[in-house]
C-alpha cells in the first residue's frame, strides 16, 4: 500500500480535484495548522471554483460548443450563457431534479423567465449546419442528435442507434425512438436559422429563445423509414422508451400548473417523466457521473451506457443508495 500522504500533499490532491486549481500558500499554512480535511472539502464544494469545476464535466455531457462544428464551423457568439447557467445553476445548488427539467423544457415551466428560456441551450448545444439548402433535412438531424443525447446523457440508452432501425440489442425500437423524438416537435423552432437578436442581447440570442416561437404542430410527427428524412413512414404519438417506462406513465398526465395541453408541453411531460422519484435510470445515470468525475471512472464505468453492452455496477447496492 501506498503511505499515506502529508498535509501539503493532500491538500494539493484533494484542490486539484474539486477545483482544478492549485491550493494557494494561505490554503497550505491554514491547513497545516489545524490539519481539518473536513472542514477543506466543505469549504472547496461550496467555492465558486468547484461549481466552474463540475460545469465542465456536465457541459462535456451536454456537447456544449462555441460553434456550430462542421466544416464551416460557425461561431455562436451567445452559447456562453447556457454555460454560464450551468456554473450559476451548480454554484446555487439547484437541486438535480429541476437542474435537468429546466434544460428540457425550462421555458415551458417558466414562460416569464429569460434565464430558463436559456437553461434549454442544452438541446441545441450539438453540431448544426445552417448553411444547408435542404432545411428539412438540417432539422431532421438536429432533432435526431437531440434526441440520441437525451437517452444517452440522462438515460444512460444508445436510444440514437434506432433512428434506422430497431435496436439490434437493446430492447429499443425504431418507433420509440420516433416517439422519443416527437416530444421534441411541438415548435417550429428549428426551422429557424442562428442568428444575433439586437433587441435582446441581454436576454438571449435567437437560438434559445426559438423555444418561446410557435407552438403549432406544423405536421405530424412520424417514423422515418431507415432514418431517411424524404421517406416518411406511419404517423406516431409522442412518448417515452417503454423499456424505461416501469412506471406506465402517460404522456397525456402532469403534474405541472404549467402544462396545459399535450401538443404544446410535450417536453414538460418527459422532463417530469424523467424526473420521478422512481424512475429506474436518470438519478443513477447522473450520480454515477458525479462519482465518475470524482473517482476517476463511475460505479459503471460505461456512464453513457447502461444497456445490455454496458458494463454492470461494480457496488450495485451503492448505486441504489446514492
Known sequence: PAPSANAVTLLRRVTFDLTGLPATPAEIAAFERTGDYEAVVDRLLASRAYAERWAQHWLDVARYADSDGYEHD???PEAWRYRDWVIDALDRDLPVDEFLRLQLAGDELRPDDPQAAVATGFLLCGPDMPDLNRQDERRSMVLNEMTGTVGSALLGLQV???QCHDHKFEPISQADFYRLRACFETSDFLSQARKEDDSEKDVTSETWRVFRASKKVAEPSRLWVR?????PGPTLDAGFPRVADLMNISLTSSTSAATKNVDENRRTRLAEWLTVPEH??????????VWQEHFGHGLVRTSNDFGYLGDSPTHPELLDWL
Open 160 to 162: 440514437g442507434c434506432a
Open 227 to 231: 432514418g431517411d428524412f424524404t421517406r
Open 280 to 289: 429506474p435510470l436518470t438519478a443513477r445515470v447522473f450520480v454515477n457521473r
Open 74 to 76: 460557425i461561431a455562436r
